[in-house]
């Protein structure tokens, strides 16, 4: 039998966190920041100063891959960890660790003289949204008004892209002097820790009735989840060689401004704005819901997977021209974060019994295609060399398009949840306190199953 969670009505207060009267700008602000700082700058920047690791520590495309890699690997554990410890103790502490995370991470790379200090440093600050961005969705439940909820967190998380569009400006005023630059980010992370240690409520959740049953494997694994998988894994795959490697196939090339400026630009500067523009472009993805209530999300998920596609092939293509680089950066900016929240909405459709944990693994999934990608593409630039690769990487790009649901989707409504002996349902480590994995969009339902409910107390309440 499935056990159930009722309303439980201890106020916020008691277990000292924010009430729901919070107003969204209270909890936008550090949010914000907060995955800007994670994501945008401890996670992503690794592949804009890509070229400056390879001159400072004369690293083999080979090794370079790798260390991405190991970023990402450091993501789901980290991730892991986080999804857990904020069902027990509230949002506030694995996200004050995540920032916590970037600032030592970042001010290690900004101080290293070593190889070896590299790689720490990249795999700790790597692992700083792992930490942060799961308990987010948490923290919006908790503070923030239902009417009110989408939309804080849609801004929340269109701070990657706000982060991205910051490092770039960054990059260009260090120049050669790039610690500058990271010394600069762990100044911003700290920030950003301290203002969400004020801000974020903590005490074990104990909210919206939520089911609480075993791990089943075959409920994550069954027909209708198989594509979305498969999906997601090849999204991690192609989307982490543009992450990583983009940079160093534009300055590879010589001068970037050809057809775009009136006068030349460098490679390194053209690299810089390069980076600027997937940040503007990705605030597009904010309008990923738009899109799915007007085009469906097969659609809609076939043309971003193309625009993904056009943005590899075109760096594959003329890495050395101007208007070239800046279509590129533009549609990949513009669709990445699009395709993510389409994967978000098909699988809230899959695992309707169970949203937030089917969201969380679909994003996992993700992840260990972004793990995997860079040091298999480090592997093989040597022999075919980065170009190639980002042909192999386009053509993996495309099978999503193969993939995509054949049903007509157009939001997120989910159908009716499954009864209480149904066998597919699952939950990951500390889901009965924690039922908020997935973002605010994705649990704006309770689920109950019908029948006898019983009252459960939180590990710490």
Not at 153 to 165: A, D, K, L, W
Not at 229 to 250: K, Q, R
Request: charged content about 10%.
């Amino acid at each position: 039998m499935i056990e159930t969670q009722t309303q439980d009505h201890t106020t916020e207060q008691e277990r000292g966190g924010a009430g729901r009267a919070a107003s969204p700008l209270y909890l936008i602000g550090p949010g914000l920041m907060i995955v800007a700082v994670t994501y945008g700058l401890a996670r992503y920047s690794f592949g804009l100063f890509l070229p400056d690791f390879q001159t400072a520590y004369g690293l083999s495309h080979e090794w370079l891959g790798l260390l991405a890699s190991a970023s990402y690997g450091g993501y789901v554990l980290a991730a892991l960890y986080a999804s857990w410890v904020s069902g027990l103790h509230g949002p506030r502490l694995p996200v004050v660790i995540g920032g916590v995370s970037a600032m030592i991470g970042m001010l290690i790379i900004s101080l290293t003289d070593t190889v070896w200090g590299l790689a720490v440093g990249v795999i700790i600050a790597g692992a700083s949204p792992g930490f942060s961005y799961p308990p987010l969705s948490d923290a919006v439940m908790r503070m923030i008004q239902a009417k009110h909820q989408n939309r804080t967190y849609t801004i929340i998380n269109s701070g990657t892209s706000f982060g991205v569009m910051l490092a770039g400006p960054l990059a260009l005023f260090a120049g050669a002097e790039w610690r500058y630059a990271w010394f600069g980010f762990a100044i911003l992370a700290m920030v950003a820790a301290l203002w969400n240690a004020r801000v974020m409520p903590t005490g074990a959740f104990q909210g919206s009735v939520c089911q609480v049953p075993k791990i089943r494997w075959r409920w994550l694994v069954n027909p209708r989840s198989r594509s979305l998988m498969a999906a997601a894994l090849f999204l991690g795959l192609a989307t982490s060689v543009y992450w990583t490697f983009a940079v160093d196939l534009i300055v590879g090339t010589g001068a970037a401004g050809q057809g775009v400026f009136p006068f030349a630009l460098s490679a390194e500067t053209g690299g810089r704005i390069f980076w600027v523009l997937i940040g503007l472009s990705g605030i597009l993805g904010a309008f990923t819901g738009e899109a799915v209530s007007v085009m469906g999300l097969r659609r809609a998920l076939i043309f971003v997977q193309f625009a993904i596609a056009g943005a590899l092939a075109l760096l594959a293509l003329a890495p050395h021209d101007g208007v070239a680089i800046a279509g590129s950066a533009i549609l990949f900016g513009a669709t990445f974060i699009a395709a993510t929240a389409l994967l978000g909405v098909w699988s809230v459709r899959v695992f309707h019994d169970r949203p937030s944990a089917g969201f969380g693994a679909t994003f996992l999934v993700i992840t260990v295609g972004q793990m995997i990608s860079p040091a298999l593409a480090g592997w093989l630039v040597d022999g075919y060399g980065l170009t190639m690769v980002f042909w192999i990487a386009a053509v993996l790009a495309l099978v999503p398009v193969l993939l995509a649901p054949r049903e007509h989707i157009d939001s997120m409504q989910a159908p009716t949840p499954a009864g209480p002996e149904d066998d597919r349902v699952v939950e990951f480590p500390g889901a009965k306190e924690h039922h908020a994995a997935a973002p605010a969009e994705t649990v704006g339902w309770p689920v109950q199953a019908p029948g006898r409910a019983r009252k459960k107390k939180g590990l710490m309440g």
